[in-house]
């Protein structure tokens, strides 16, 4: 079975600019979750998307976003970016089968640099 | 919220020893406690993890074991190889309409030959 996949998994933006991340996530997952990492925060927590609905959302400003499709494969954007925002960006999937606890898996992640 | 404390920052150990990596948590309603491992230019690999209602949990060099009343759990790696260098995170997860997992600011572990 293919793990999660990330497009695309290197990426120069300027500051000012915006920019759209891609995660598939593993096949028959549905929950997929983003996770901001940085060497001064750690991994942090973005927000959770179920069935092509936001399910919770970390404590990040508004021009982090995202979305979820059909197929359950995910989109994050980021506008007006700032030096900041340059870290790892980690997609994570579930494949939530019970609410006491649900593994999940991570995929390589995106790379951002912001010049 | 959750807050997540992991202990130490950096371990470095003689190949063969033994590697303990401590986490204590806040929120008593967490009930998930996964532990990753993350190597140079990889993403997090899940290597074992342990639910509420468990206290200790084996998979062959790797042992987690849970303390609900102390709210602390720890990873134990056995008979440790080069290969396990890597750095390590713990998280928990409550659930409240929905995943929320918190980390842990990570473990570097290095194995000396």
């Known amino acids: 079975k293919a793990g999660v996949t990330q497009t695309p998994r290197y990426l120069i933006k300027t500051r000012g600019q915006q920019v759209t991340l891609s995660c598939s996530p593993i096949s028959g997952h549905r929950s997929v979750s983003w996770y901001q990492q940085t060497p001064g925060q750690g991994l942090q927590f973005l927000f959770e998307y179920f069935s092509e609905t936001q399910r919770n959302k970390g404590n990040f400003p508004g021009r982090f976003s995202g979305r979820q499709f059909s197929n359950s494969r995910s989109e994050m954007n980021v506008s007006t970016l700032e030096l900041g925002d340059s870290a790892l960006y980690l997609c994570?999937?579930?494949?939530?089968?019970?609410?006491?606890?649900?593994?999940?898996?991570f995929g390589p992640g995106t790379r951002l640099t912001v010049l | 919220g959750e807050n997540v404390e992991q202990h130490p920052s950096t371990l470095s150990v003689q190949e063969g020893d033994s590697a303990v990596i401590k986490c204590t948590y806040s929120?008593?309603?967490?009930?998930?406690f996964p532990w990753y491992k993350q190597e140079l230019g990889k993403g997090p690999q899940l290597i074992i993890d342990i639910r509420s209602n468990v206290g200790e949990k084996k998979d062959q060099r790797i042992a987690v074991t849970l303390n609900k009343t102390a709210k602390h759990f720890s990873l134990h790696i056995t008979e440790t190889q080069p290969e396990d260098s890597a750095v390590y995170f713990c998280?928990?997860?409550?659930?409240?309409?929905?995943?929320?997992?918190?980390f842990g600011p990570g473990t570097r572990l290095s194995v000396l030959p």
């Open positions: 998280a928990a997860s409550t659930w409240n309409y929905g995943q929320n997992f918190v």
């Open positions: 994570a999937s579930s494949l939530e089968v019970q609410q006491l606890g649900r593994e999940q898996f």
């Open positions: 929120d008593s309603a967490s009930n998930y």
